[in-house]
C-alpha cells in the first residue's frame, strides 16, 4: 500500500495496519484490528477516541502523532471527494472548506470568520452533519419504555409527597399579624395585582401545550419524557425538603392562611385537593407556606429548557416566544405577591442548573468515560435513567401512526432531507 493512496476509505483492517507500521506506530496494529478499524472507520476518528476506551492510548506523543496523521487523511479525502471532514478536535468544533452545488462554507476558527453569503441554515445543518459524523450524536436511541414508566412513577410519588408537605407548612405559617411580610425589594416596589398569578398559571399551560405537541411529533418522545419527569421529581423533592425546613411569613396581606388541617384525615383530603388540583389556583387550590422555593418557577423554567433543547436551532421565534414566556410568568408570579423574591431567583437557578448539568453528562457520554463509576455513585437515578445513551438525542419528528399515508411520507421526506 503506497503511502500516497487517496482511496483511504476502501482500505481494509490490514491495511489500516501496515499504515501504522509504515508510520511507525505498529504497536496498535493488533489493537486497531481487533476493533475492526477500516479506512471508513479511521476517517470518522476524532482524538477523544484514541485517549478513551476502548483504544485509551497511554502516550501522549504517539497519540498526538496518530491525531495528526489521521487529520492528513480526512483532508486528503476532503480534496478528492468535497467532503467536509472533522479532524484534530478535542474541546472545539473546526470546519473544513468545501465546496458543493448547494452552498460553499469555510473553515470556523479561532481567526476566521464565516462569509457573508452563508446563512444561518445552511451553518447549522453543516454542524449537524459534522457532529454526527464525530459521533456526538446518539447512534441507538432506544424508547426504554420501562424506565420511562419508573421515571412517571418517581415523580407522581414526589408529587403526592410535595402535596403532603404543603399541607404540613400551611399549619407551620407564622401568625401575619405577629410576623408581617419580610423586607423584598422587588415586592416593596410592585403594588399587588389579584388577576397576575392566574396569568402566570395560564402561561403555564400555554407552554405544556406546545411541549405536548412536541412530544407528540418527537421520534425519541420516551427518551424526552423519562428526562422530563426524573427531573421534576428530583426538583420537586428538593422543594419538599427546603420547604419543610424553614417556614417564612406570607409574601402577601392578602393572603388567607387560617384554616388549618389538625387531624389526619384532614390533612390527607388536603392532600388529594393540592395533588388532583396540581397546586394550581385556576384549579381552586390556595396554599400558604410553600414559599421556599417557587413550583410555578420551576415548572415554566423546565418546560422553557425543554423546548428550546429538543426543537431545531433555526426556530429562533419559538425560542424567543418561550424565553418570554418564562420572563413574564415570573414577573406575574411576583406582581401576585404569591412568592418572595428570593424564593424565584433560587428556583429559576436550580432548575436551569440541574437542566444544564444533566444534559452535559448525558451528551458527552459521562457513563462510558473512564471515570464513569464515580458519577454512578453521585447520580445514581441520572445513571440508570441514561446507562444506553451515548451521545445528544437528535430532533428528528415522525407522524406516530400509520396512517394517512401522506402524512407518514412527509415526515419521512422530513428525516432523509436531513
Known sequence: MADGDHDVASWSKEQVASWLEKKGLGDYAEVFQRHKIDGSVLLMMKESDLRQPPLEINILGDMKKLVNYIGELQHRAQSDNHVCHLHNTVDRTSLSTCSTPRHNLYRVSANENVSDD???????????????????????VEPEIFKTVLSFVYMFFVFLLTSFIMTVVHDRVPDPKKYPPLPDLF????????????????????????????????????????????????????RCVSMLITSL????????????????????????????????????VNSCGDYMFSGHTSCVTLLNFFI????????????????????????????????????????????????????????????????????????????????????????????????????????????KKH
Open 118 to 140: 452563508d446563512t444561518d441554515e445552511l451553518i447549522e445543518e453543516e454542524v449537524e452533519r459534522i457532529v454526527n459524523r464525530s459521533g456526538r450524536y446518539a447512534q441507538n
Open 249 to 284: 411569613s406570607v409574601p402577601g396581606i392578602h393572603l388567607q392562611c387560617d384554616q388549618k388541617f389538625e387531624t389526619w384525615y384532614a390533612k390527607l383530603t388536603r392532600t388529594y385537593e393540592i395533588w388532583s388540583g396540581m397546586g394550581m389556583t385556576i384549579h381552586g
Open 308 to 415: 428550546t433543547e429538543y426543537t431545531p436551532r433555526r426556530m429562533l421565534q419559538l425560542h424567543t416566544f418561550t424565553w418570554v414566556c418564562n420572563l413574564f410568568a415570573i414577573f406575574f408570579l411576583l406582581a401576585a405577591h404569591e412568592h418572595y423574591s428570593i424564593d424565584v431567583f433560587i428556583a429559576f437557578y436550580i432548575t436551569s442548573r440541574l437542566f444544564l448539568y444533566y444534559h452535559t453528562l448525558a451528551n458527552n457520554r459521562s457513563l462510558m468515560a473512564r471515570d464513569k463509576q464515580r458519577r454512578k455513585a453521585w447520580f445514581p437515578l441520572f445513571s440508570y435513567f441514561e446507562s444506553k445513551c451515548d451521545g445528544i438525542v437528535p430532533n428528528v419528528y415522525e407522524w406516530p401512526f400509520p396512517y394517512p399515508k401522506s402524512l407518514v411520507n412527509y415526515f419521512e421526506k422530513k428525516q
Open 187 to 238: 415586592l416593596d416596589n410592585m403594588p399587588y395585582v389579584p388577576w397576575a398569578f392566574q396569568v402566570c398559571e395560564m402561561i403555564g399551560v400555554t407552554m405544556f401545550c406546545i411541549w405536548a405537541l412536541l412530544l407528540f411529533f418527537h421520534k425519541y418522545r420516551f427518551t424526552l419524557m423519562r428526562r422530563m419527569f426524573s427531573m421534576l421529581g428530583t426538583i420537586f423533592l428538593l
